[in-house]
């Protein structure tokens, strides 16, 4: 097929839909959201938006067709996400999480588990199922998930640990920054993936699993993380004080695999944030150009008549064009590939997420001292761009590790991206940047 950047008329469909979603759902909950000084209250606040996304089919849509999912791709995914995030990102970061938490039981969990853990989350008649992704755990001298692969002895990486006991596993430890797991009303998501030390005699990347926990476990306390912004969407302190669940709510496949786990969920919502980056940069831009058009600054023309702010505009649109074609070839390769993008999912993330960033902050300067007034929206698109490159597996702390890992392969073929071929991703190529035999 000869390359084609025309979206057909599904996408178009997807688009417009989610663009009315972004300005008749989302833009109105923005001003009730961000000025109520609770975490836990600004997501509830987002319920009822959360409800109409799930009504329309797109919070579990990437779901496969059986489960009761609309088998969206990743491209139509990325398309919604540039549209719904120009306005906010809250409820689409939670329906991120929503596929963080439930792909890799697509991708690794037996037939039980699916039919179990995919139909529930598609047949809720109250519409407000959501799934929490708990990998993320506090930062101390040798532990934090970035280092979750380092060659070294617990409590290095991953600590909350799994241990069996009969048909269920005990878990103790915390996490610090999961997705949405306290769900609605601090009490936890409907099912919350985590992410587990079944072996603790093994440290680094060795002996990690994966688990599902149900709400109404008990022995496990949420409490909301007050961030600086996607206000609308929820992150957790969890605490796991001898919670036991199902041994059958272990992934079958993650078993001692949970690292490969957390690089291919990483590679699946890299192109997802970088197109919610990229929707919330085409705001800033869209807001600052027809700002230039209508605004002299005492001159005797609107600004946009001038050379420099028509240059630093046409930079601007530039970036955000070529940003757009990365994640459309991201998306595109991860839906070729069984969602494998660990290497092209880093690399968008990490390119997009940052261009972005840059993006914003010269829509700034052109505006000018006026775009620091909080009656025009840049504090907030600032503030967005901000986090994009230091969350969903940081730029630096896992992404370009990533990335370096696999070009330090010997078997790695430079060209194999350009042209659609699989790169591979192994166990040997985690833990580049770490530190062997290092002690705690």
């Given at each position: 097929m000869p390359i084609d950047f025309q979206l057909s008329k599904k996408e178009l469909g997807l688009r417009m839909q989610a663009r009315e979603f972004?300005?008749?759902?989302?833009?109105?909950?923005?001003?009730?959201?961000?000025?109520?000084?609770?975490?836990?209250?600004?997501?509830?606040?987002?319920?009822?938006?959360?409800?109409?996304?799930?009504?329309?089919?797109?919070?579990?849509?990437?779901?496969?067709?059986?489960?009761?999912?609309?088998?969206?791709?990743?491209?139509?995914?990325?398309?919604?996400?540039?549209?719904?995030c120009a306005v906010d990102p809250g409820v689409p970061t939670t329906v991120v999480a929503n596929g963080l938490g439930l792909m890799p039981v697509v991708y690794y969990g037996n037939e039980d588990q699916k039919d179990r853990f995919l139909r529930a989350a598609t047949s809720d008649p109250s519409g407000e199922f959501v799934a929490g992704y708990g990998v993320s755990e506090p930062s101390g001298r040798h532990s934090g998930t970035a280092n979750f692969d380092a060659p070294l002895p617990a409590p290095a990486g991953i600590g909350l640990t799994a241990i069996r006991d009969g048909d269920e596993y005990?878990?103790?430890?915390?996490?610090?920054?999961?997705?949405?797991?306290?769900?609605?009303?601090?009490?936890?998501?409907?099912?919350?993936?985590?992410?587990?030390?079944?072996?603790?005699?093994?440290?680094g990347k060795s002996g990690i699993s994966a688990i599902m926990v149900e709400r109404g476990t008990l022995g496990i306390t949420y409490k909301a993380i007050d961030k600086m912004a996607h206000q609308g969407a929820r992150n957790d302190?969890?605490?796991?004080?001898?919670?036991?669940?199902?041994?059958?709510?272990?992934?079958?496949?993650?078993?001692?695999?949970?690292?490969?786990?957390?690089?291919?969920?990483f590679g699946w919502s890299g192109p997802l944030v970088s197109a919610a980056a990229l929707g919330n940069a085409r705001g800033a831009y869209e807001y600052a150009l027809e700002w230039a058009k209508n605004n002299s600054a005492g001159g005797p023309e609107p600004i946009i008549k001038y050379q420099n702010v028509g240059y630093v505009l046409g930079d601007v649109a530039t970036r955000i064009e070529a940003c757009r074609y990365?994640?459309?070839?991201?998306?595109?390769?991860?839906?070729?590939?069984?969602?494998?993008?660990?290497?092209?999912?880093?690399?968008?993330?990490?390119?997009?997420?940052?261009?972005?960033f840059d993006c914003v902050y010269k829509c700034m300067q052109v505006v000018g001292t006026n775009s620091a007034d909080r009656k025009l929206p840049f504090a907030k698109f600032f503030n967005e761009s901000a986090i994009f490159p230091i969350y969903d597996g940081g730029n630096f702390g896992m992404q370009r590790r990533r990335v370096h890992g696999i070009l330090a392969d010997p078997g790695y073929d430079p060209r194999a991206l350009a042209e659609n071929r699989p790169v591979e991703f192994t166990r040997e190529m985690e833990g580049i940047d770490t530190v062997p035999g290092a002690s705690v």
């Open positions: 972004g300005d008749q759902i989302l833009r109105p909950l923005i001003a009730k959201v961000e000025s109520e000084p609770d975490p836990e209250k600004r997501f509830q606040l987002t319920k009822e938006a959360y409800r109409a996304a799930y009504a329309d089919g797109s919070a579990f849509g990437f779901l496969p067709k059986e489960y009761g999912g609309a088998g969206l791709s990743t491209l139509d995914y990325a398309i919604i996400a540039e549209e719904l005990v878990l103790n430890g915390r996490k610090y920054w999961p997705s949405t797991t306290g769900g609605w009303d601090g009490q936890g998501a409907n099912l919350n993936l985590f992410v587990v030390r079944t072996d603790p005699s093994r440290g302190e969890v605490t796991f004080k001898n919670v036991r669940v199902p041994a059958r709510n272990l992934i079958e496949e993650t078993i001692g695999n949970g690292d490969l786990l957390i690089n291919r969920n990365f994640v459309w070839k991201a998306a595109h390769y991860l839906d070729s590939h069984d969602y494998h993008g660990e290497m092209i999912g880093a690399m968008c993330k990490s390119f997009v997420t940052e261009t972005t």
